[in-house]
T-cell receptor
């Protein structure tokens, strides 16, 4: 596989469920990101990891819990979500988080529906 | 308040004609801009970028123009092709947060045969 992959591609969950989103990058990058895209809103950065260390947490509710076990894998653990959390969740990676001219490469996203 | 604005949610263009997608930003300190393209059921893919030391960058059919005094950039696609139909996002780097990207809401381009 090449690029950035995400699983599952679609997820339906109840408000009391616990689920996890998985992202894997095959580009040898050092930085990984979680974004949320809600309908008619810009992509919103949620978390940034650089060399497996969380460097940004943009006031995201604690019901979203990221995990980065190594530089190739990133997880987003979900628990007790709300219907308004339904959105497209995108993972991205870049060579270096601090690079001024870094390009981020995105996965296909997980379409989440919370009932 | 949005720092990157794409005021046209959609644009329809005839095949072979020019597509012009616009983007405005609020902070004159932003100095690097990117355009991403997104097809349905796929993640955004990087298209072209421009640094503030330039006012134009060209890559094949795609050209990005930057007007720093107006805090405005535009993406020109010439000639437009039906395969260009997608959502186009303008983005800039947030200098205060190092590598973080700030995105616009996107413009949906439809190129009709």
């Amino acid at each position: 596989e090449t690029g950035v992959t995400q699983t599952p591609r679609h997820l339906v969950m109840g408000m009391t469920n616990k689920k996890s989103l998985k992202c894997e990058q095959h580009l040898g990058h050092n930085a990984m990101y979680w974004y949320k895209q809600s309908a008619k809103k810009p992509l919103e950065l949620m978390f940034v990891y650089s060399l497996e260390e969380r460097v940004e947490n943009n006031s995201v509710p604690s019901r979203f819990s990221p995990e980065c076990p190594n530089s190739s894998h990133l997880f987003l653990h979900l628990h007790t979500l709300q219907p308004e959390d339904s959105a497209l969740y995108l993972c991205a990676s870049s060579q270096d988080w601090r690079g001024e001219r870094e390009t981020q490469y995105f996965g296909p996203g997980t379409r989440l529906l919370v009932l | 308040d949005q720092q990157v604005k794409q005021n046209s949610p959609s644009l329809s263009v005839q095949e072979g004609r020019i597509s012009i997608l616009n983007c405005d930003y609020t902070n004159s300190m932003f100095d690097y801009f990117l355009w991403y393209k997104k097809y349905p059921a796929e993640g955004p893919t990087f298209l072209i970028s421009i640094s503030s030391i330039k006012d134009k960058n060209e890559d094949g059919r795609f050209t990005v123009f930057l007007n720093k005094s107006a805090k405005h950039l535009s993406l020109h696609i010439v000639p437009s092709q039906p395969g260009d139909s997608a959502v186009y996002f303008c983005a800039t780097k947030d200098g205060g947060s190092q590598g973080n990207l700030i995105f616009g809401k996107g413009t949906k381009l439809s190129v009709k045969p």
